[in-house]
């Protein structure tokens, strides 16, 4: 049994590929610290025995027993609410997390992936953008500590690659959306259908004429899976190139969840990008990848998840710093 280790393991993105790799036969050890990750993303993989996880910061020295095939690295608060509030951490865990992560996986010999993100192109002067493009970032405004630490995880893993022979791949990941994100996680889908489901405004930021593209979890994790296994060093964009307006999402929203809600008008933050949509041919061409889940289809169990947290008034704690698991569990 080959066997994963995925820090960020109780995370949004990372609880779902743990669930997909489970299923591909592999072994999972998740670590997560417990920063922006919950609990309830990996309750229901506790009793299965090729499962593990460790309350662990990356960011601190830590060793792993035993042999290790793929070391993932996805570990980062990632909605710009939580960045914000979060900014050394972040920076901590894309630099020193990165390293750390590196370093295990030339230790065992394993393969290295790191989650990167679409805001390594900052507000893009190419669209859509495509990985050869090397980004529009202000190093210094409040994005930038989300932006430029993905952007050093990039170039420490290149240069991990370059200089040791580590075998290595960069995601980059685009807006992602599905069951698991939190309610209050400050995102705009989690937004959106926590007002659009208690038929409050729907707080669109700036006209709303910027626009996004949504790419439901399961199509991502299909994405990364495939990455993992492959031998593409340079970046490979993920994400659903099928892009709207905000304006034009909330419209679809309140349509899907049939909300009485209302549009309301809120300053535009800084440095927000104006558009965002993948270039996915490279994905097409090396991982044989495309999404194949529409938004009308993702849409059903995402919504059908947030309305369960909207019911049960389940927002996970802002700062979920205590942990609520044992300091080791390994199944
Ligand atoms: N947004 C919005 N209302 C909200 C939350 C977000 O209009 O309540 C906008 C935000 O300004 C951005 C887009 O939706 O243009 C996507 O924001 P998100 O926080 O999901 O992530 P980003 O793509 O900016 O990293």
Redesign the pocket.
Known sequence: MKRVVISGGAGFIASHLADRLLDEGYSVLGLDNFLTGAERNIAHLRSNPAFAFRVQDVTLPFDVEGPVDYVIHAASP????DYLEFPIETLDVGSIGTRRMLELAEAKGAKFLVTS???SYGDPAVHPQTEDYWGNVNPVGP?SC?DESKRFAEAITMAWHRARGLRTSIARI??TYGPRMKLN????????LD?ALRDQP?????D?S???SFCYVSDLVDGLYRLMLSDEVMPVNLGNPCEMT?LE??TVIIEMTKSGSGLVR?P??ED???Q?QPDIAKAKRVLGWEPKVSLEEGMGPTIAWFRGLVKTGAVVPELALKPAVPAETVA
């Open positions: 990632a909605s710009p609410k993100t679409s805001e994005r989300y685009f807006n996680d400050g995102r705009v889908v989690p937004a959106f007002q729907i707080t669109i930021f700036g709303g910027q626009t996004r905000i999402f909330a809120m535009l933050p927000d990008p104006k965002r």
